[in-house]
């Protein structure tokens, strides 16, 4: 069994199977009993193991053909991934549709997406989104810091822009797929909109361009190579794998 290693490469997996297979059951397992709950998934939906050939014939037959995407371990947790084009009968996992806008599947600080164009992305998801929309408007008006006067606690320009390109640096380290691309572009103009409402005189911090990702070679490894460890927590500013 194996898993992919980065972030980017299980995003852009899960993010090609949903096209097909646009169920989805979430399974959690402790790192260390991650390959033995894989096992049985695999025991339990034989389709897993079978060549592309045979799962493009099961699905023009109308016949569930799931698959699976373990990702990267998050807080000595391992999610595993079902993918499916129908829900198999007798199944003990809860479905449901992945690409649903009104409740998406989420992973981290991602939701996967279906964007204007018809293609099948991820985005940040909602509240990641209004993380940093909020932590733009304090860096940029002082809005939510009070001085000890109690009045809003204003950074001067130079220090504004400092603070607000480099938070533009960190979020350019997110993978540049096209639904998390649009919301840094969003950002980026909700920056420049707040920052001349508010700063008019001064000229706007002007945002890296973030280069878009072509899709990338999957980037994995044995699942059993995690038996050994349990990766440390994610630290509290969101991170991106």
Same mark, same amino acid.
């Given at each position: 069994?194996?898993?992919? $290693? %980065?972030?980017? /490469? =299980?995003?852009?997996?899960?993010?090609?199977? !949903?096209?097909?297979?646009?169920?989805?059951?979430?399974?959690?397992?402790?790192?260390?009993?991650?390959?033995?709950?894989?096992?049985?998934?695999?025991?339990?939906?034989?389709?897993?193991?079978?060549?592309?050939?045979?799962?493009?014939?099961?699905?023009?037959?109308?016949?569930?053909?799931?698959?699976?995407?373990?990702?990267?371990?998050?807080?000595?947790?391992?999610?595993?991934?079902?993918?499916?084009?129908?829900?198999?009968?007798?199944?003990?996992?809860?479905?449901?549709?992945?690409?649903?806008?009104?409740?998406?599947?989420?992973?981290?600080?991602?939701?996967? $997406? %279906?964007?204007? /164009? =018809?293609?099948?992305?991820?985005?940040?998801? !909602?509240?990641?989104?209004?993380?940093?929309?909020?932590r733009l408007?304090?860096?940029?008006?002082?809005?939510?810091?009070?001085?000890?006067?109690?009045?809003?606690?204003?950074?001067?320009?130079?220090?504004?822009r400092r603070?607000?390109?480099?938070?533009?640096?960190?979020?350019?380290?997110?993978?540049?797929?096209?639904?998390?691309?649009?919301?840094?572009?969003?950002?980026?103009?909700?920056?420049?909109?707040?920052?001349?409402?508010?700063?008019?005189?001064?000229?706007?911090?002007?945002?890296p361009f973030?280069?878009?990702?072509?899709?990338?070679?999957?980037?994995?490894?044995?699942?059993?190579?995690?038996?050994?460890?349990?990766?440390?927590?994610?630290?509290?500013?969101?991170?991106?794998?």
């Amino acid at each position: 069994m194996i898993y992919h $290693v %980065t972030v980017t /490469s =299980g995003l852009q997996a899960v993010a090609k199977l !949903a096209r097909l297979s646009p169920l989805v059951a979430v399974i959690e397992a402790p790192v260390g009993k991650a390959e033995r709950v894989a096992l049985r998934q695999v025991d339990r939906y034989p389709s897993i193991g079978q060549s592309h050939v045979t799962r493009t014939a099961l699905r023009h037959a109308q016949v569930p053909a799931v698959q699976m995407v373990i990702l990267p371990p998050t807080d000595g947790l391992v999610h595993l991934l079902l993918l499916s084009n129908l829900v198999p009968p007798e199944s003990r996992e809860i479905w449901r549709d992945g690409l649903d806008p009104a409740d998406p599947l989420i992973w981290r600080h991602y939701e996967l $997406v %279906t964007t204007e /164009s =018809g293609r099948i992305s991820w985005r940040l998801r !909602a509240s990641a989104r209004v993380h940093y929309r909020q932590r733009l408007a304090r860096l940029i008006t002082g809005r939510g810091r009070l001085s000890p006067s109690g009045t809003p606690y204003q950074l001067d320009s130079p220090s504004a822009r400092r603070q607000v390109l480099r938070l533009a640096e960190h979020l350019g380290r997110y993978p540049g797929l096209s639904g998390i691309r649009a919301d840094i572009y969003s950002l980026a103009q909700y920056s420049t909109k707040v920052w001349k409402s508010t700063r008019p005189d001064d000229p706007y911090p002007v945002w890296p361009f973030m280069p878009y990702l072509p899709f990338l070679s999957p980037r994995t490894a044995p699942l059993a190579d995690l038996c050994p460890h349990v990766p440390s927590p994610l630290p509290q500013e969101l991170s991106h794998e």
